[in-house]
């Protein structure tokens, strides 16, 4: 008789679960919601389970075949990231005469690194070196196919790598300008984009292991995709010979732009109307909505003088005459609505003035 997967009544009461509001584990829920509605995260579920399944610190056969059934019984669980790899695993452990003790320990790896994970601190790298006879190729498998052509509307995203495409912000500002949204720091959902590079490589990023860790208490509201399919044609930036990026004179412009925004106290007033019309001007937009735009101004990083210097020095450089033409002209403009010039801004305003008049 298979042992059933029952959790600790002590794990119960600590997660402030009523007898009232208990749910029967052996039912199936209709939709990733209703587990957030009972448990908060994901993890607070398959926690409780995955305890029992190693309580006492051994997983046996008849105990994998129950933890199999229930993520049968909880096919919204068990579709997500790393768990189809888990069912695939037990189902050959679980074989007649299948179990052994090293599949007994590979097991017990996997759900103590992924499953009971307390902290994204974890090394996700113990994900690639699973057997594969038991779990097939891990890192393979952590990559999605979308469904449909991608859209970045009210969708976040995040890139991790050296990607082919550009760097991390024209990727990212290029998908804000179509819609899209970034949080700087952990992601909870929308799109991760992965470099070829990386993926040639077999790399574990942090921004991957936020991801995973990031589904398995959230749901699958994340998909981690090879940076092919990034759907946007993307310009502003510059491979170096190294093989990485540096910002080319879009962005710098738009930096420049908001320098002279906050030095005259116009971000509030002034800055979506200026980001929104250098953005289209430097990209070829034909048009960029005042939210997409604010989101913009958020993104940006206002520089520093010291890195406005720079930047100016940057621009000249390139030899960008669109460039060039336009921070001129919405300096003009973000000047001639200024209530006061300090001498620091006037001084940023000259040195300007001086190195783009410079002979080429």
């Known amino acids: 008789m298979r042992t059933s997967i029952e959790p600790p009544e002590r794990l119960r009461e600590s997660l402030g679960i009523s007898a009232a509001r208990r749910v029967n584990l052996d039912q199936p829920f209709l939709s990733i919601d209703e587990y957030l509605d009972h448990y908060g995260t994901l993890q607070q579920l398959t926690d409780q389970v995955f305890q029992s399944a190693i309580e006492g610190g051994y997983i046996d056969q008849s105990r994998a075949a129950a933890l199999g059934d229930w993520l049968d019984r909880h096919p919204l669980i068990a579709g997500i990231y790393p768990y189809p790899q888990l069912r695939r695993a037990l189902a050959i452990a679980t074989a007649p005469d299948c179990w052994t003790s090293d599949r007994e320990i590979a097991l017990l790896r996997f759900i103590t690194v992924f499953c009971l994970q307390k902290a994204f601190g974890?090394?996700?790298?113990?994900?690639?070196?699973?057997?594969?006879?038991?779990?097939?190729?891990?890192?393979?498998?952590?990559?999605?196919?979308?469904?449909?052509?991608?859209d970045f509307s009210n969708q976040y995203l995040e890139v991790t790598g050296p990607c082919e495409k550009g760097s991390h912000n024209a990727m990212v500002e290029r998908a804000i300008a179509a819609g899209g949204l970034c949080r700087k720091g952990s992601q909870r959902s929308g799109y991760l984009f992965v470099a070829n590079d990386h993926i040639q490589k077999r790399v574990m990023s942090n921004k991957i292991a936020f991801a995973i860790f990031a589904r398995l208490k959230h749901g699958p509201s994340i998909q981690i995709l090879p940076e092919d399919y990034y759907p946007l044609q993307v310009a502003g930036s510059i491979r170096t010979a190294a093989g990485g990026y540096i910002d080319g004179p879009q962005r710098d412009t738009l930096r420049a732009l908001l320098y002279f925004l906050d030095a005259t106290d116009q971000m509030n007033s002034k800055a979506v109307e200026i980001i929104a019309a250098a953005y289209k001007t430097l990209y070829g937009f034909s048009i960029i909505t005042d939210s997409a735009a604010l989101r913009l101004v958020e993104h940006l990083e206002k520089p520093s003088r010291p890195a406005f210097n720079r930047i100016v020095g940057s621009i000249h450089k390139s030899g960008d005459q669109i460039a060039k033409a336009e921070l001129l002209r919405l300096t003009d403009q973000i000047i001639s609505h200024a209530s006061a010039i300090t001498d620091t801004t006037q001084e940023a305003l000259d040195y300007m003035t001086r190195r783009f008049a410079k002979s080429e």
């Open 122 to 150: 974890l090394n996700c790298e113990e994900l690639l070196d699973l057997p594969r006879d038991l779990f097939g190729d891990m890192y393979e498998a952590l990559f999605d196919v979308p469904a449909a052509t991608i």
